[in-house]
């Protein structure tokens, strides 16, 4: 199907308008003018249309089937189409049977996914990254579960082996019982220290359950494949007929509280109003080419 959505918002701290040309479930063209061509046209005037939500949640791992589609319904109401998630990890030697049992579950969802690994920082090692870049897993989020912790670990040997697939290693800090003024510390000393030792790493997560940022999305190598207006992206969408909001920031008549009317995912309608129309299995696993690749590119060009 070929057809023109006019009249369609960027996710930018100041979000600009654009027409889109969507042909056979993939982007083809953005202007900010509009667009003429012999097909059909769209027009969103009234209504706010923004691209697909990507959110965390690593909860999905170890959910029984019935349990992971209520589940994913939960999600895509909220505007979801591509979910984060990870499994998580105590030793190396469980890597390939928990990715496997992992890919395995989340290949009954409808929606597309992306796949990472957690586990605590001390188990960090060479070997893990090398089973990452070897699998194409985008991210580590290592929990913090001691002050310690960031010592421990031989930062220089992870460097020398995260790399070309330079995979970003975050610092998950929900565990840690300290005060607020110490942990600004310690996230201070996290970004130094990541600094000086050249590790790849980006922005913590959200909380579960919450949207991931742009420059997250950039650094995992999600964007500009999902979450965006560029030639080249996955037609997802959302169309809200109230007020919407973009990353905290006040857009339009911003509200935040709605969920949209329609998702779109992959070209298809999922969610109308209250009617779900989900297929199991239709989601795909995002292989990432390279974490990070679009990151230095300007907000003018995405």
């Not at 009249?7 to 083809?28: A, S």
């Not at 690994?117 to 990452?132: A, D, E, G, K, Y």
């Not at 600004?184 to 000086?196: A, S």
């Amino acid at each position: 199907m070929e057809y023109i959505l006019e009249n369609v918002w960027t996710t930018d701290k100041v979000p600009r308008q654009k027409h889109v040309h969507i042909r056979n479930n993939v982007i083809c063209y953005v202007s900010e003018r509009p667009l003429k061509m012999k097909c059909y046209t769209v027009n969103s005037t009234g209504l706010n249309v923004v691209p697909g939500h990507i959110l965390r949640n690593f909860s999905l791992s170890g959910m029984d089937e019935e349990s992971l589609l209520n589940h994913c319904e939960e999600l895509v109401s909220r505007g979801c189409t591509t979910v984060v998630s990870a499994f998580p990890l105590k030793y190396t030697k469980e890597f390939e049977h928990r990715l496997e049992s992992l890919r395995k579950q989340l290949s009954n969802l409808p929606i597309d996914y992306v796949i990472g690994v957690q586990l605590p920082m001390t188990r960090i090692s060479p070997s893990l990254i090398r089973n990452c870049q070897r699998h194409k897993l985008p991210f580590i989020n290592t929990i913090v579960e001691q002050e310690e912790d960031l010592d421990t670990v031989i930062w220089e040997w992870i460097r020398n082996v995260n790399f070309p697939y330079t995979i970003p290693i975050l610092a998950d800090w929900s565990q840690l019982p300290v005060h607020e003024k110490r942990l600004l510390q310690l996230k201070e000393k996290w970004k130094r220290l990541c600094k000086e030792k050249s590790i790849a790493t980006i922005d913590a997560f959200p909380e579960e359950g919450e949207r991931l940022s742009k420059d997250q999305l950039q650094g995992l190598g999600i964007y500009p494949k999902k979450g965006s207006w560029i030639s080249g992206s996955d037609v997802d969408y959302l169309i809200y007929e109230g007020n919407i909001s973009v990353d905290g920031e006040e857009i339009l008549k911003y509200d935040g509280d709605n969920n949209p009317a329609i998702v779109v995912q992959n070209g298809t309608v999922i969610k109308v109003g209250e009617e779900f129309r989900l297929e199991p299995g239709t989601g795909r696993e995002l292989k990432i080419i390279r974490p990070g690749i679009f990151r230095a590119m300007s907000n003018d060009l995405l």
